[in-house]
């Protein structure tokens, strides 16, 4: 293998927003272009609360897959008060359904239905350790008080570290981890506790928000960090260690509603997701640790088989868009109209 291109196992998403409607068209096509899975975040309007809603979204998810990708949507509930420990078990019990997704209520994109009292959650909590069901977590306080760029490093301590003290044996994933304090926190933690790292928490850092102006298409929460953290980001995705493993965040919404005076927060990071996570483990001289994160650490934690096709990438640039349809509205990509270092290609080529 040359150090200009790349062969490696079939990729996963571990973390992704497709939406719903018209907008699946475009947002299952540009992963389905690479990734072989994905797990599908449940808040759509209204909420993906049961197995019935996953079932039904999962339907309109697979219709919507190109007929020459071999996709497979993994599919999550939304943890609300209200969650029943029936619905864990039958959650537990479907083919479909990996994993049961908590936003504390207000932290983000259709968060409104999130949890308000942990407490009110413990029963179902208690079972989904019991059964391995994963508890996916956006970490973020939600106090406004709270400065937004330490959010994570509050909620770690007001709220992470007392929970996995009661439920030690609860599996875990630290959602789009954005500190150098949630990479070492989840260093530290068992191996039932791991975290996904997206691709523009490592390539960006806060100045990038302000660059000659305010920057919409940079805005997603939890909110771009300082520089440390960023450093603190890469080598965790760089160092081998299975706890670490992709999850885009990529999380479509229309430039309209981006480029506003109350702009939304979500990256669109799927067109071309793999190849940014080739750039930056290739400047930091990491490609043979690709494919861990990227393949591998992510099927393991979900005890789920590794895939077995192959997907390749070459060193050579490729254009972004300047934007792609989303249903009737327009979707901005992040590096619209500038280049990706890596491309993804057939074999043959
Ligand atoms: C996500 C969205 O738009 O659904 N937005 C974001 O900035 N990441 C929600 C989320 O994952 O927080
Ligand atoms: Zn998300």
């Given at each position: 293998m040359s150090s200009d291109t790349l062969s490696i196992i079939q990729p996963d998403d571990w973390h992704l927003h497709l939406r719903d409607g018209d907008a699946l068209a475009t947002t299952v096509a540009h992963s389905a272009r690479v990734f072989a899975r994905a797990i599908v975040?449940?808040?759509?309007?209204?909420?993906?609360?049961?197995v019935a809603d996953a079932c039904a979204y999962r339907d309109r998810i697979v219709e919507a897959i190109p007929a020459a990708c071999n996709f497979q949507p993994l599919m999550t509930l939304y943890l609300t008060d209200k969650l029943s420990v029936d619905e864990v078990q039958r959650a537990h019990a479907s083919e479909f359904v990996h994993a049961i997704k908590y936003y504390?209520?207000?932290?983000?994109?259709?968060?409104?239905?999130?949890?308000?009292?942990?407490e009110s959650v413990y029963p179902a909590l208690e079972r989904m350790a019991e059964l391995g069901v994963p508890l996916l977590i956006h970490g973020?306080?939600?106090?406004?008080?709270?400065?937004i760029f330490d959010r994570e490093k509050v909620f770690i301590d007001s709220v992470l570290a007392p929970l996995l003290g009661r439920f030690p044996a609860l599996r875990v994933v630290f959602e789009h981890i954005t500190t150098r304090d949630a990479a070492q926190f989840v260093e530290q933690q068992q191996a039932s506790v791991a975290a996904t790292i997206t691709p523009h928490h490592l390539l960006y850092n806060r100045n990038d928000l302000f660059v000659g102006g305010i920057r919409p298409h940079f805005y997603c929460l939890p909110i771009l960090k300082r520089n440390l953290h960023q450093q603190a980001l890469i080598e965790a995705a760089i160092s081998?260690?299975?706890k670490f493993f992709l999850g885009t965040d990529s999380a479509p919404h229309s430039k309209v509603s981006k480029e506003n005076a109350c702009g939304c927060a979500g990256i669109y990071s799927a067109p071309v997701a793999l190849e940014l996570y080739a750039e930056i483990f290739d400047q930091w001289d990491a490609l043979d640790k690709l494919e861990g994160f990227a393949s591998l650490f992510g099927a393991d934690f979900y005890q789920l088989p590794r895939n077995t096709r192959r997907v390749h990438l070459t060193r050579r640039k490729s254009n972004v868009a300047a934007h792609f349809k989303l249903g009737n509205e327009l979707v901005v990509p992040i590096r619209a109209n500038e280049t990706v270092a890596w491309s993804v290609h057939e074999e043959s080529q």
């Open positions: 975040m449940p808040n759509l309007k209204p909420p993906v609360m049961t504390p209520a207000g932290a983000t994109t259709n968060s409104e239905n999130g949890v308000t009292n942990i973020e306080s939600t106090d406004p008080e709270i400065d081998g260690n299975p």
